[in-house]
Each structure stands twice: as C-alpha cells, then as structure tokens.
C-alpha cells in the first residue's frame, strides 16, 4: 500500500503490494481508493495525472455530488448502492434525539446490505466487470470519505485477488489514520454533545466489527469465489482475468 499526500483529498491510497495467499503480489499502480475528489488542488491534480488514471469509480449519490463534483480528468462511472447510512452526513445528525448506539447498529446492518441488498450486489458487480476490462484500467474508486462503500469494495477485490482477511482489514482500518481522525478532531472543535459526538465516531470512523459483518455474510457462501459467482453471478474465467490483470 502506498499513501499519495494530496491537499484536497485525505484518503487516497494505491493498494498495490499486499502479497496473496498464493504468494503473488498486487501490483503496484493499477488499483486506487479515495476519499471524494471534488477538493483536489492544483498541485494535487499534476500528482493525479501523474497517476494515468483512466477510470474512476464514483459511489456517492446524486444529492452528495451536487455542487461536488470530482474535478479529475478521467472517465468517471457514478455506481450508487444506494446506501442510506453509509451517505449520511453529520448535517444529517442534526435536529433531532441522537442515539449512538442505534447509529452503531445501522453501521453494521449496512455491511450487510453491502454483501446482500441486490442494489449493491448489482453496483458491486458493474464495478467487478469495470476493473476486469483492461481499457479501464488504473482504476480509483472513491466514496465520501472512502470508509464505507469504498472500504468494501476495495475489501471485495483484495479478498477475491487472494489477499489475507487480516490484511484486508488492515487496509480497511487505515481509513482512520489518514480520514476519520481529521473528521472526528473537526468535529470535536464544534460539538460538545457528547452523544452526537460518539454518533459521529461511529458514522466516521472505521471499526472491525463493520468490516467483519460483511466478511461474515460472504462466508455463508464458503468463500469470496462461490459468493461472486453463486450470488453475484461472476464467471471463474472473469475472476480468473482479474488475476491476470492485477497480480503478479
């Protein structure tokens, strides 16, 4: 994994180098995730170019991407999962009673969706099928803050490419050193209910727990191979060229 320093983005990563079970590696430059681009510098799209990033995967909603677009010069493909709690803002927390704990509960039950909602299981696999095409690729995915959606999608490649479940979620996790403790030390300054603040860790923050709900539910396929092919209805020759693509 490789960190890119940007002034207009705080999550963007090439995820290249993570070795697979297998004892192949990722290779490095061809697989990107990030939080949104709309922010980017100048200096930050020179770093972007760069990069020759062809395609980027954009998860956020229409009402997130207004007067928000990305400001990148790629193709970019809007795949919304339509994923109420993952797109939630801290606006969206104003206004009302806040219990964290149902927050918590929310967070988790939309790992699920990710794996079973047949709304992302369609995104999810547009997005398998987009990464499979050689044209497209490097490919970026990005969300808000590139937790959630991108967190998962990001954590359906590595596994389906071989990459260790611990791993995985180390990459996962990494959302809270270079996003999700900027975010929560904004809010901070501002909010001193503590229940809206421990709603919002748990809306901006990264937890194990999340993460693993979704790996949980791919398990009841056995593995990530029989659950893209059995419910996703991925090809083993598509899954076979992904490989081919992005391993070495």
């Known amino acids: 994994m490789n960190y890119i320093k940007l002034e207009g983005a705080h999550n963007f990563r090439d995820i290249g180098g993570y070795v697979t079970l297998d004892g192949r590696k990722i ?45 990148c010069k790629a193709n970019i493909l809007h795949l919304d999962p339509c994923a109420s709690i993952a797109a939630l803002s801290m606006q969206d927390l104003f206004g009302g009673p806040i219990d964290p704990n149902k927050i918590y509960e929310l967070m988790i039950d939309q790992y699920r969706q990710f794996v079973t909602d047949s709304t992302c299981i369609q995104v999810y696999r547009q997005m398998l099928k ?25 954590a359906l490649v590595l596994l ?47 937890h194990e727990c999340y993460l693993q709900a979704s790996i949980d539910e ?8 029989n659950y893209v092919i059995l419910r996703m209805g991925m090809s083993q020759d598509e899954i076979d060229q992904l490989k081919r693509i992005y391993l070495e």
């Open 130 to 154: 987009i990464i499979g095409d050689k044209k497209n690729v490097p490919v970026l995915q990005h969300c808000r803050g590139g937790k959630d959606r991108t967190g998962y999608g990001i």
């Open 27 to 71: 290779k490095d430059g061809l697989l990107y995730r990030s939080d949104q681009l709309s922010q980017l510098s100048e200096n930050d799209l020179k770093v972007f170019d760069d990069l020759h990033i062809k395609t980027v995967i954009d998860y956020r909603s229409s009402k997130e991407r207004e007067n928000n677009m990305d400001v």
């Open 160 to 206: 389906l490419l071989g990459v260790d479940e611990k791993t995985v979620m180390e990459d996962y996790l990494l959302t809270n050193q270079f996003y999700s403790n900027l975010a929560m030390n904004q809010a901070g300054l501002q909010i001193k209910d503590e229940n809206l603040l421990k709603a919002i860790g748990y809306l901006c923050s990264a």
């Open 218 to 225: 791919i398990k009841k396929y056995g593995n990530v191979e």
